[in-house]
């Protein structure tokens, strides 16, 4: 059976638009193999039929966003659509081209290698978003791969996408993860050993999916113009508020890079708050919006460890640790910079760096101030001159340092340390170790001179929250809503993957329904909050991951 064949009709009350394949130029060749692709931003292309769809799991909130009902994402016709067996009347699957820096080198053309666009859907309330199939076969940018993905990294992009999104992270949406019935050739660890694998496909939800390494290929080779007709096209359809967004002028395209510099500093503020690691922060992978985008080889802090990447591609260069994510995300703001060369004036790009590193500093010190329940937080000074707030901070990264410490246990626990400084010192003190304790890794060593160094730090935090919230509840309700009780912990989800591979869906089910209220304490869920055990430490899946999926 061919796609073409197969058109499905959606209810009356769905409409799809296909502004972007009519307003941008396309790739005038239909064949689908793989191809340099020039003059043009997208090839039209169908998805490949599956064998055997199967509905493993949707987000019942992005379902409703779009204005569909539970039972309409389980009929048989929506689920052949998000398997890829059919299209419904009105939509114009493509793939969108692309480029990118991949670890910090120009790497040309890349593309949707396995991304498919359906259509843009025009939702009941209005909103216009992109109905997009990760895994659907082969486009003309799939390269030498097979444009499909796996069930591993199909529940991980599936569940972090929701996760993201409920502890209030900026990012793009998933509303369902289909089985396709068929298998896909992996070789997991790069080490030889392929092996069969279940093949998933990942239905993802965006306003747009246009990257940085969209503007960055055609500025590349020097087609200005397509880099003006996007850039115009994004404006209008995305950013509408900015001055003179209909008919953009080197002013408007100043102010559009400010504002993406800006969101971007702000989505990057949010993965350090709640401890996330994109694990593959390429220029292709940068959403214009400010949205995490391609959940790939991304992991959790669990023990703090600034130096900790996820990605065992980035392994020996560790450009894509944690404690790198502000600065890496500058380099790619430049990067996107510089393919705007042909419509800035001089001095935009010094602008727009600079809104980054305001907002960037802006946004972490509302990360801390909230992170640590002081709400008038000074980070400024520099060497002598730095302030006691600063010193504060430091000191808590000396905290981290003299053992192993879950970041997110360690925060949350904190809102529970005592602040009544007429507690007698050594009830102050128990009390404080014991708000904390969970955190610790080897819980034993608070018994030693680490106790001491933490209760030193702690009592210190104490006096200086009190100050700024004389309010105890007022600031654990504020601390609680910046440090999460639960994160979609490496080992968490690779239990719900071993479950789904089994063909059990229900713990994938579970832990989007834990990641629902990330904030709140859920009694009968505490498992979800535990730190990592053993067995977790070096399993693949939970401690490093590879690209491969
Ligand atoms: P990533 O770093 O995962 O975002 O992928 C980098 C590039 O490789 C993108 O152009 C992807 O579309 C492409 N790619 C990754 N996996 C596959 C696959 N299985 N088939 C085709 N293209 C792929
Ligand atoms: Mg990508």
Known sequence: MSISDAKAALPSRFSFDDRFVREMPGDPADYNLPRQVHGALYSRVSPTPVSAPKLLAYSPEVAADLGLTGDELRSDDVVSVLAGNRIFDGMKPYSACYGGHQFGHWAGQLGDGRAITLGEMVTPGGATLEVQLKGAGPTPYSRRADGRAVLRSSVREFLCSEAMHHLGVPTTRALALVLTGDEVLRDMLYDGNAEMEPGAIVTRISPSFVRFGSFELPASRNEHALVKKLADHVIAAHYSHLPNAAAPTRDTYRAFLVEV?????????????????????????????????????????????????????????????????????????????????????????????????????????????????????????????????????????????????????????????????????????????????????????????????????????????????????????????????????????????????????????????????????????????????????????????????
């Not at 400010?290 to 130096?307: M, N, S």
């Not at 904190?414 to 010192?425: G, I, K, Y």
């Not at 104490?462 to 979609?488: C, F, G, H, Q, W």
């Open 261 to 549: 510099a800006e969101r971007t500093a702000r989505m990057v503020a949010a993965w350090m708050r709640v401890g996330f690691v994109h694990g593959v922060m390429n220029t292709d992978n940068m959403s214009i919006l400010g949205l995490t985008i391609d959940y790939g080889p991304y992991g959790w802090l669990e023990g703090f460890d600034p130096a900790w990447t996820p990605n065992t591609t980035d392994a020996s260069g560790r450009r894509y640790r944690f404690g790198a994510q502000p600065r890496i995300a500058a380099w790619n703001v430049a990067s996107l910079v510089d393919a705007f060369s042909s419509l800035l004036d001089d001095g935009a790009a010094d602008a727009v760096m600079d809104a980054y590193a305001e907002a960037w500093s802006v946004a972490e010190l509302d990360m801390y101030a909230r992170k640590l329940g002081i709400r008038d937080l000074r980070l400024e000074g520099e060497g002598e001159n730095k302030s006691p707030d600063y010193h504060l901070l430091e000191g808590l990264f000396e905290v981290f340092k003299c053992a192993e410490i879950d970041m997110t246990l360690f925060y949350r626990g904190l809102a529970n340390v005592p602040t009544d400084s007429s507690l007698p010192r050594a009830e102050h003190e128990a009390r404080s170790l014991a708000a904390v304790r969970d955190a610790f890794y080897a819980p034993s060593l608070l018994e030693t001179s680490v106790g001491d160094s933490v209760y030193t730090w702690l009592s210190a935090w104490a006096v200086r929250a009190k100050e700024a919230y004389p309010s105890d509840a007022e600031r654990i309700a504020t601390m609680n809503a910046a440090n999460p009780k639960y994160v979609l912990r490496n080992w968490l989800c690779q239990n719900a993957i071993d479950a789904a591979a089994k063909g059990n869906p229900a713990e994938v089910e579970l832990l989007l329904e834990v990641m629902r209220r990330p904030y709140e304490e859920r009694p009968g869920l505490e498992r979800f909050a535990e730190k990592r055990p053993e067995w977790a430490r070096h399993r693949v899946g939970c401690s490093m991951l590879s690209c491969s999926s």
